[in-house]
Each structure stands twice: as structure tokens, then as C-alpha cells.
């Protein structure tokens, strides 16, 4: 905050178009509020740094306040699979045909840590410019800048709605991690009856550790999963080749981020691709004959505090 202090009484963020911060706070506000209660339809690309790689994907996403629809178009690793929140419970679709996956609702994670920065006076300032058209619409940028002077977020707001067209995530160090940006986006449309309604048969329907637990057993891993206990609830499981090896990777969320659990085939296996990006921490051990790699955006102690909590059944 004492940067952006020094760089206003020097002028300097004038004259890179930017105006007082106090002029962001009702944009900020109006942010706040979409979050909740927008409507819209649209196509957007999304960039995500999930353990080491960057994934890219494009996807279509309805939202109804608390409700929301997301289909991952072709190119995405998740191709042909939707996943539905219809505020309370949050179901997966996947085109193989398996069971239906469904949980709490998650809700927008991203979401909740936006409007905790923008509500958050004393450990983030904000500054405000005017923005290019995005999917069409006009758009300010707003910044959150923390009390270093090391940018957080970079958002592209749709001003009158105060929908976020185009989002940038920074890491610690102000490196990018990832984002969003709409292509094209209807604001307030008529969505088609049963949009957002639960899918499918409740009998079709499965929690994402059975999911794990029947995934484990056809690929020939361990059911190994890191306990509820430790404040992370899993997200999603799949098993991918990673510099030509199966592996079997669980994205989990919680408070303090997103971690990301990779199990190898056999004891002792070590793959130079699993190195975490900076920013990330890392973490590598063995259990039951297997070789485990945990990376995340929490502190190396507290992943070694996850990986002692690892539940095999």
C-alpha cells in the first residue's frame, strides 16, 4: 500500500492512465455482488496451473446466482464432460459413461477469494483504468495490488454488471498462474428449463471417492487418498501419462488452495516432469510399495502434514 501511496503523490500511476484508488471501491463492490447474483451465458478460455502443468481448455458456462453449468468443449482433458451445481449438491457428467459424481456443492472457490481481497482494506489496495472490449464488452481494469506493491489479481469488469469478463491470477512473486477470458457472453438470458436440475437417476449417482476407489482398482493403484481430516476435499481423479507414465492424480481444494496428489507405479520411481513451478510448494515420499508426490500452494511443512494423513482403503 505504501508503493501505491508513493506512486500516486509522484503521479506516476496517472500518467499510466490509472486514477485514484478510492474510484475502484464502487466497481470492487459491484464485483462483489456478481459474484453472487449474475446471470449469464458464455464461452470462455481458461488457463489453470494444476500441480505442474498448465492446462488449457475452453468451456461453456451458464450461472444463475448460486446455480451453475459448465461444459468442457473439445481440446480440454476434460472433452464432453458437464458438471452441475444446482446450489446445494454439485454433480459430474462424464462421457465415458461411468457413474454420475456428486457432492456438496463447491461453489466458486476463486470466487470467495476475490471478494475476500476486495474487501480486505488493510492488506490490499486497488486501481482502476480504463479496458479494451472484451467478448464484446466494454470493460475497466480493475487491480489488486497487496501492501508490498506485488500484483494479485488483474480484472477486466463489465462495468454496469459488474461481471468479470477477463481474469489474471498471480502467484506470490506476481507471476501469472492462470485466468479466464470470455470469448462471447449474454448477459441475462432466458436459460432452458431443467438447465441446472440434478442429471440423471439418483441410482447412477456416486461420490468422487468411489469413484477413486473403482478408478484404483481397474488402472491397478493403490485407493490411496489424503483424509478429509486435513481440511482438503477431493475434487477430481484421473489418470494420465506424464513424460510417458501412467500416474494417478487427485486435485483436491480447500481454504488454502489447491494441491494436487500424484501417485506413481512403483516404489523408488522418481519423474523429472513432477518439479513444482515457482510459487508451488513440493513434497515426495513412499507407502506401500508405491511412490507418492504431493505439490500445492500451501508451505512444504504443512504438505508433509497432508501426506502423513494419507488413507489407504
Keep these: 500500500m505504501r508503493l501505491v501511496a508513493v506512486l500516486l503523490a509522484t503521479g506516476s500511476l496517472a500518467g499510466l492512465g490509472w486514477t485514484r484508488p478510492e474510484e475502484a471501491r464502487p466497481l470492487a463492490d459491484r464485483v462483489v455482488r456478481s459474484l453472487w447474483t449474475a446471470r449469464y451465458s458464455g464461452e470462455r478460455t481458461v488457463e489453470l496451473l494444476r500441480g505442474l502443468q ?60 476475490l471478494a475476500a481481497m476486495l474487501s480486505d482494506r488493510e492488506r490490499f489496495a486497488l486501481r482502476i483504468r480504463n479496458g479494451e472490449i472484451v467478448a464484446g464488452l466494454p470493460s475497466r481494469v480493475l487491480e489488486v495490488v497487496d501492501r508490498r506493491g506485488i500484483l494479485a489479481q488483474r480484472l477486466w469488469v463489465h462495468p454496469p454488471s459488474g461481471v468479470v469478463l477477463k481474469r489474471e491470477l498471480f502467484g506470490p512473486a506476481g507471476r501469472r498462474l492462470g485466468g479466464f477470458e470470455f470469448r462471447r457472453i449474454e448477459l441475462n438470458p432466458r436459460f432452458e428449463p431443467g438447465l441446472f436440475d440434478p442429471p440423471g437417476l439418483p441410482a447412477a449417482r456416486a461420490p468422487v471417492l468411489e469413484r477413486l476407489r473403482a478408478l484404483s482398482r481397474e488402472a491397478g ?14 475434487d477430481a481423479v484421473m489418470v494420465r501419462r506424464i513424460a510417458g507414465r501412467r500416474v494417478l492424480v487427485q486435485v483436491y481444494r480447500g481454504r488454502e488452495g489447491l494441491v494436487t496428489l500424484y501417485q506413481l507405479e512403483s516404489p523408488g520411481e522418481r519423474l523429472e516432469a513432477l518439479q513444482p513451478d515457482p510459487g508451488l510448494s513440493f513434497h515426495a515420499w513412499e507407502r506401500s510399495g508405491r511412490s507418492f508426490v504431493l505439490i500445492g500452494e500451501p508451505p512444504a511443512g504443512r504438505l508433509r502434514e497432508l501426506a502423513a494423513s494419507l488413507v489407504v482403503r
Excluded at 493403484?221 to 482438503?232: D, E, I, M, N
Design 54 to 113: 498448465r492446462v488449457r481448455h475452453s468451456e461453456i458456462v451458464h450461472k444463475d446466482g448460486a446455480k451453475t453449468r459448465v461444459e468442457y468443449l473439445a481440446g480440454s482433458p476434460l472433452e464432453g464432460t458437464v458438471v452441475v451445481e444446482d446450489g446445494r449438491r454439485r454433480y459430474v457428467v462424464r462421457p465415458s459413461g461411468e457413474g454420475i459424481e456428486e457432492g456438496p456443492a463447491r461453489g466458486d472457490d476463486a470466487a470467495r477469494r
Design 221 to 234: 493403484f493403490l485407493p490411496a487418498h489424503l483424509s478429509p481430516r486435513g481440511g482438503f476435499r477431493l
